[in-house]
């Protein structure tokens, strides 16, 4: 599975951002697929997940400020940033995960400063 992941940039704070991953591959549908940040110096974090099915899974950090969506026949999985603070500054990882496997896009960095 490959990922691509966009859509991250600068942002004051309160603003919002959406970021989107497009994998590759017929089996997107089976997968869980999630969003992860890191700061430097600090470990990868689950910001949301959505498994198969379509339950979604959320950070206390970022709960009613974040919605995980996913679009099956565009094998997308986004995530909505809204009334971002300087806290959420960090790159995102998108994930997509299925039993043991697990991969991994490149980072998208977002930055929420004044």
């Known amino acids: 599975v490959q990922l691509q992941a966009s859509g991250g940039g600068a942002v004051q704070p309160g603003g919002s951002l959406r970021l989107s991953c497009v994998a590759s591959?017929?089996?997107?549908?089976?997968?869980?697929m999630g969003w992860y940040r890191q700061t430097p110096g600090r470990q990868r974090e689950l910001v949301a997940d959505?498994?198969?099915?379509?339950?979604?899974n959320y950070a206390d950090s970022v709960k009613g400020r974040f919605i995980i969506s996913r679009d099956y026949a565009k094998n997308t999985v986004n995530l909505q940033m809204n009334s971002l603070t300087p806290e959420d500054t960090a790159v995102y990882y998108c994930?997509?995960?299925?039993?043991?496997?697990?991969?991994w896009g490149q980072g998208t960095q977002v930055t929420v400063s004044s």
């Open positions: 959505i498994n198969s099915g379509g339950i979604t």
């Open positions: 994930l997509a995960k299925l039993g043991s496997s697990s991969f």
């Open positions: 591959g017929s089996i997107f549908r089976f997968y869980t």
